[in-house]
């Protein structure tokens, strides 16, 4: 499995930003895309997940403002960002979950960083 993000920039706080990740390789073995983020100093944290069934989760620190969604058509995995806060200033990851084993795969990260 292999994983392609984009998206990140620089926003002001109150503002939107939308994260994708383009997945490819053996797609049919993914039970679960996530994004998460990790700020200087912090260690990784999810945000937000997607199983194979379209159930979602996300960190409570930004559920009401964040949703993860998949097109299977494109075979991508997007974050919409919404009012954003500089707490959100991170980079962020793409991870796919796959097999009976249930492997992390990772994308590179993007950054995103939250002016006040």
């Known amino acids: 499995v292999q994983l392609q993000a984009s998206g990140g920039g620089l926003v002001q706080a109150g503002g939107s930003l939308r994260l994708s990740c383009v997945v490819s390789?053996?797609?049919?073995?993914?039970?679960?895309m996530g994004w998460y983020r990790q700020a200087p100093g912090k260690q990784r944290e999810l945000v937000a997940a997607i199983t194979s069934g379209a159930s979602t989760n996300y960190a409570d620190s930004v559920k009401g403002r964040f949703t993860i969604s998949r097109d299977y058509a494109k075979n991508t995995v997007y974050l919409q960002m919404n009012s954003l806060k500089p707490e959100d200033t991170a980079v962020y990851y793409c991870?796919?979950?796959?097999?009976?084993?249930?492997?992390?795969?990772w994308g590179q990260g993007t950054q995103v960083t939250v002016s006040s």
């Open positions: 390789g053996s797609i049919f073995s993914i039970n679960r």
């Open positions: 991870n796919a979950r796959a097999g009976f084993k249930n492997i992390d795969y």
